[in-house]
């Protein structure tokens, strides 16, 4: 018998499923995000949506839940670069509340990657 998917995991795919229909949805909100050597951007965008909703789905499939998971760790790593990016843009406004919502996003990426690694477990 499988066990139930962790907390930690379900937060992660009500995120990937929010986030992946956003990318989906409106790609122009992600879009500044990209880093300048990535290239297609909206392409990138729209694949990063749809890699999203497949990762959270296959989360919720106990026959999937491993890989999807790694897959899901993986994805995270791979955003990264984007999160520090908009940190990064978000550190030269006076925007305080954009700086405190980037600047949350880079620590909450590890319990993120925990999470998605425990339900490939």
Known sequence: MTAP???DAKIVVGAFLVS????LVKPEVFEPLMPSWVPAHREVVLGSGVAEIV????????????IAGLASAALLVG????NV???VDASKTRNTPFKVAAFARLPLQVPMI????????
């Open 5 to 7: 998917l962790r907390r």
């Open 20 to 23: 992946g229909t956003v990318h």
């Open 55 to 66: 990762c959270a789905l296959g989360m919720l499939v106990p026959r999937t839940r491993r």
């Open 79 to 82: 955003v990264y670069p984007g």
């Open 85 to 87: 990016k908009m940190a």
């Open 114 to 121: 925990r999470g998605a690694l425990r339900a490939g477990r």
